[in-house]
C-alpha cells in the first residue's frame, strides 16, 4: 500500500466522521416532538451502551 492510498483513507474518513456528525447535529437540533415521531434517538435513554455512545461522540443532550 502506498502512501498516498492511506493518506485517501485517512482523508475519506474524517470526511465520514464530519459528515455523521453534522447529521447528528442536524437531528439534535430538530424540536423534541419531532425526534419522537422519527424516532431520534434510535436507542432508549436508560441502555448503557447508548449512554457510553453519546458520551464517547459528544452527542448527549
Known amino acids: 500500500m502506498s502512501m498516498f492510498e ?8 474524517i470526511k465520514f466522521d464530519h459528515d455523521r456528525k453534522k447529521s447528528i447535529r ?3 437540533s430538530l424540536p ?4 419522537k ?3 431520534w434517538p434510535a436507542s432508549p ?5 447508548a ?3 453519546s458520551l464517547l461522540l459528544g452527542t448527549a443532550r
Open 45 to 49: 435513554p436508560n441502555d448503557p451502551q
Open 26 to 28: 442536524a437531528m439534535n
Open 32 to 35: 423534541p416532538h419531532v425526534q
Open 51 to 53: 449512554a457510553l455512545i
Open 6 to 13: 492511506s493518506l485517501g483513507r485517512y482523508g475519506a474518513a
Open 37 to 39: 415521531d422519527i424516532g
